[in-house]
């Protein structure tokens, strides 16, 4: 199925929360809402026409203008097809819900997306920190970060 | 959706079984024991907490970021697309040309760069060079894992060759800057070709000296025959890749589902876990899927050197990089562990904007919890060890 077919689709399921479809581009995108991914991805991942059952890649974006973005590059190994989601969510109220349930898979994506932006993912079994000690101060992937001087008596900045 | 497996049933003595000879049963709890970042089976610096009851292990909870290297904060302060090659390469520092090729092949489509066609030959057969000598040292160390101390020093010994094949081609052994993005840094030198051939001669009945040696060896079969079982569903949940999911009996290679380069055009089979010696998805079928997949490259590159075409290798390198505003891309590609894929992000300027590396060794990891539960700690070394994590990789 093509990108058009899909938001297509996906529009008419779920309506409003299917914001826009970025299409003259490499690799199109769909922006959904943050607070319906979860539903969103399970019916991508169960209904028969899509069958989005391998999570390739959940990563986190600063877009250094006050919003953060997830995006989901989905494939189907029975359909052979692939789509790029993507919710934004503003600084001061980064929530994103977890697909952790739909996609074992993004459990550790998602650990990671927190560790390293600070977005807080709502429902996911075990949120803390995964590639930073746990007593990091920061996010550091953030366009904003500074860095902390001292942790545990080492001088951070080299 | 996702059952525990139950306890193999040679395991006759449980606990709660103990009594005295006076007939009093012994209380028995579970234990916390870290398998502490420093210790030598596993694989580098990764810390595994498991919960035991007895020596079953209950859970299994991976600490990884203890080579935690910011890979991708990094990317952002480059001044140059180029300059993340080298950066890129010390991922997954056992298999470097892959790590590269991903990056340079990610960069080149955001750029709609078309490379020369003897570039794509010499990239493949770098990326299926760098792919035996990585299943190499899987296989080395998974047999000292498990008590043969001989295979590793004799993979070894056939690593050295790769490895010098590597050094007279670009002069790095293990960290090459080789694969640029419009193509690569040096052309192949004079000799290499006769070399390289001699490597395949002398390599094929090492594949089944070591086989020989060490798959169908009766004390490794017992170990690893029915241990760490993935079973196919769980594997396609946990996004796992590579041998790690052929060995589970899917059949899916992206070097032939997803396609890239001239990988359509050679003549090759991705390998599958069938179960031989125990049940589809067990370590030995890990193994055996990696043994299989290095008589394939060798395949792979004596087609590539026979039909290697003439031209210039620096032709398409391209003096400025500078994608379009908002330009972003997300490539997958086959490296040694699994899927390597890149997310590329572009702001207009000379510096990457974000980059996302999707490391295989990362996700295989995660499904360790699942896969070691009910085992014994000795099955947990194994485990670990079939999934063949790279440390850099998993941490970046």
């Given at each position: 199925m093509t990108a058009q077919e899909i938001y297509d689709v996906l529009k008419t399921t779920f309506g409003d929360a299917i914001v826009e479809l970025k299409l003259d581009i490499l690799q199109p995108w769909i922006r959904i809402e943050p607070d319906k991914t979860r539903d969103i991805c399970l019916f991508l991942r169960d209904e028969s026409v899509m069958q989005f059952d391998y999570l390739s890649c959940l990563s986190g974006v600063d877009y250094n203008n006050g919003t953060f973005g997830i995006v989901y590059h989905l494939a189907s190994m029975v359909h052979k097809h692939k789509i790029v989601l993507k919710t934004?969510?503003?600084?001061?109220?980064?929530?994103?819900?977890?697909?952790?349930?739909?996609?074992?898979?993004?459990?550790?994506?998602?650990?990671?997306?927190?560790?390293?932006?600070?977005?807080?993912?709502?429902?996911?079994?075990?949120?803390?920190?995964?590639?930073?000690p746990d007593d990091w101060e920061g996010n550091p992937l953030r366009k904003d970060y500074k860095v902390q001087e001292f942790y545990h008596g080492m001088k951070v900045p080299y | 959706m996702l059952q525990p497996p139950t306890l193999p049933t040679n395991y006759t003595v449980k606990p709660g079984d103990l009594k005295t000879s006076t007939g009093r049963t012994i209380r028995t709890e579970e234990m916390i024991i870290n398998m502490g970042p420093q210790h030598p089976s596993t694989h580098g610096v990764l810390r595994l907490e498991i919960v035991v009851d007895g020596e079953i292990i209950v859970d299994c909870i991976p600490h990884i970021g203890y080579l935690h290297r910011c890979f991708e904060k990094h990317c952002e302060q480059m001044t140059n697309y180029q300059q993340v090659i080298p950066y890129a390469d010390r991922m997954d520092y056992c298999s470097a040309m892959t790590n590269e090729w991903a990056f340079a092949l990610a960069a080149e489509r955001m750029l709609k760069i078309e490379v020369p066609e003897r570039v794509e030959y010499i990239r493949v057969i770098m990326a299926e060079l760098q792919r035996i000598a990585s299943h190499l040292i899987a296989v080395g160390t998974y047999g000292i894992d498990s008590g043969a101390f001989t295979p590793f020093l004799y993979t070894f010994i056939d690593r050295e060759k790769i490895l010098d094949l590597f050094e007279m081609t670009c002069g790095a052994r293990l960290l090459y800057n080789y694969i640029w993005i419009g193509g690569l840094s040096h052309d192949l030198p004079v000799n290499f070709i006769e070399q390289a051939m001699d490597f395949i001669r002398y390599f094929r009945p090492r594949i089944k000296m070591l086989n020989d040696l060490l798959t169908y060896n009766e004390i490794f079969v017992k170990r690893t025959a029915n241990v760490g079982v993935l079973p196919k569903d769980v594997a396609i949940h946990y996004a796992v890749s590579g041998p790690q999911l052929r060995g589970s009996g899917v059949n899916w290679d992206l070097r032939r589902d997803d396609p890239y380069s001239i990988y359509h055009k050679l003549d090759w089979q991705p390998q599958i876990g069938k179960g031989e010696v125990g049940t589809v998805g067990d370590c030995w079928d890990r193994h055996i899927v990696r043994m299989r997949e290095m008589e394939q490259s060798l395949n792979i590159i004596e087609q590539a050197l026979a039909g290697l075409p003439e031209g210039n290798v620096k032709a398409a390198i391209p003096k400025r990089i500078r994608p379009e505003k908002d330009a972003e891309i997300y490539v997958r590609t086959e490296a040694s562990r699994g899927e390597l894929g890149y997310y590329i992000m572009s702001d207009g300027t000379a510096s990457p904007f974000r980059v996302k590396a999707r490391g295989p060794a990362f996700v295989n990891l995660s499904v360790l919890p699942e896969i070691a539960r009910g085992g014994l700690i000795a099955d947990l070394v194994l485990t670990a060890g079939s999934i063949d994590i790279v440390l850099g990789e998993v941490d970046r």
């Open positions: 934004f969510c503003t600084k001061d109220h980064s929530h994103v819900h977890s697909v952790s349930d739909v996609w074992g898979t993004a459990n550790w994506h998602e650990r990671e997306v927190f560790d390293l932006f600070g977005i807080i993912i709502d429902g996911h079994p075990d949120l803390r920190r995964i590639l930073l | -």
